[in-house]
């Protein structure tokens, strides 16, 4: 398709184990960005790429949240040692240019 | 610090009501840009409105229309003659960036429900 695509579309988990999250964004779209949405809250901006490479990680919860992006193209985030409080959908978006997000329509993590 | 805020959790019109949704901001920097994005049911967030900080020329699309006023750090969002398919959550954001390195600060986003 040509929009943002997510997978998985849903995801259970148990509380200790890791989970991988993929974002394959539109062709062409330099800019790449991570974003949380918990229950009863906004949207929580987590990374952004430029390319392969993320200027500012800051936004990133604990160490055990990281993400990658290859080739310009596809981003995987990654949760290690999930815990109840990941609970929540993962957005990601991308780019042509600034301020334009295009969105996928989300990751919706579970753990138990 | 950036902050945007969204006084109205929620929002219910009989449909061909207006309504307006609400947003304020804080912000340090001088330039600056203001968005506005529907989150309908189906969840995936769709793009509406990019305003600069030196622009603030109100913007009329359709029945869609936005005020900017830095007076009052507002950033205001009316629609006019309501439809059952404008039901969704409206998300405000700002950035601080042009390059979006630091990302869009949302704003927690207001339910609006349209009723037949």
């Known amino acids: 398709g040509a929009g943002v695509s997510q997978s998985p579309s849903n995801k259970v988990t148990e509380k200790g184990k890791d989970v991988e999250l993929r974002c394959d964004p539109i062709s062409g779209h330099t800019a790449l960005y991570w974003y949380r949405q918990s229950l009863g809250q906004g949207l929580e901006f987590l990374i952004y790429f430029q390319g392969n490479s993320a200027p500012d990680k800051s936004g990133l919860p604990s160490d055990r949240f990281s993400a990658e992006r290859t080739g310009g193209s596809v981003s995987t985030l990654t949760i290690q040692r999930t815990q109840q409080e990941d609970s929540a959908v993962y957005l990601c978006a991308s780019s042509p240019h600034f301020g334009e997000l295009f969105f996928g329509e989300g990751s919706r993590l579970t753990v138990l | 610090a950036q902050k945007v805020t969204q006084a109205q959790t929620e929002i219910s019109v009989v449909e061909k009501e207006d309504v307006t949704l609400d947003c304020v901001y804080e912000?340090?920097?001088?330039?600056?840009?203001l968005f506005w994005y529907k989150q309908p049911p189906s969840g995936e967030l769709v793009f509406l409105i990019r305003?600069?900080?030196?622009?603030?020329q109100n913007e009329i699309s359709g029945r869609y229309s936005w005020n900017f006023q830095k007076s009052t750090s507002s950033f205001n969002f009316t629609i006019t003659a309501s439809q059952v398919v404008d039901s969704a959550v409206y998300f405000c954001?700002?950035?601080?960036?042009?390059?979006?390195?630091?990302?869009?600060?949302f704003g927690k986003g207001t339910h609006l429900i349209i009723q037949p």
């Open positions: 954001a700002l950035s601080e960036s042009r390059g979006g390195a630091d990302g869009l600060t």
């Open positions: 305003r600069n900080s030196f622009d603030e």
């Open positions: 912000t340090r920097d001088t330039t600056y840009y």
